[in-house]
């Protein structure tokens, strides 16, 4: 688990020592930085995220940590059409191709969410993820 702050991945650590769980590591670092560290780069089978940006940002920060044939799973709002379709270009520059979307409404709600699948085909070229900031300021 990555994340920034450093108040978050204390409050998991806490969760994953209360709740006995194993093999489960936290690193206190930008997803940028970890996608550029060869510990990590293109390593991983599934990679997710909140809906932390919009989709073509979201996958500069994950596609680079999938492995070939990897998943990323995209948690993303209803409206996702236009999103997608501006994301088109940084999904097939980063060796990605998205294999399912998946609208549904969360349980005991009326909030409507998607999922966005996507598969990695192809490496990823060695300039991405980009510097911190700049995916999201110059999306691909």
């Known amino acids: 688990m990555v994340d920034s702050l450093n108040k978050r991945v204390n409050f998991l650590n806490v969760v994953i020592e209360e709740l006995g769980l194993e093999q489960i590591h936290t690193v206190h670092a930008r997803v940028e930085e970890i996608g550029k560290n060869k510990q990590f780069r293109e390593s991983f089978d599934v990679v997710t995220s909140r809906a932390v940006a919009n989709l073509s940002t979201l996958s500069e920060y994950m596609?680079?940590?999938?492995?070939?044939?990897?998943?990323?799973?995209?948690?993303?709002?209803?409206?996702?059409?236009?999103?997608?379709?501006?994301?088109?270009?940084?999904i097939g520059v980063l060796g990605g191709t998205v294999e399912l979307v998946d609208r549904f409404c969360l349980p005991c709600s009326d909030i409507n969410r998607s999922i966005v699948l996507i598969n990695k085909i192809s490496k990823t070229p060695e300039k991405y993820p980009r510097k911190p900031g700049?995916?999201?300021?110059e999306p691909i």
């Open 63 to 90: 596609i680079p940590l999938a492995k070939l044939e990897g998943k990323c799973v995209c948690m993303k709002g209803l409206d996702i059409d236009e999103e997608l379709e501006n994301a088109q270009k940084a």
């Open 134 to 137: 700049v995916p999201s300021k």
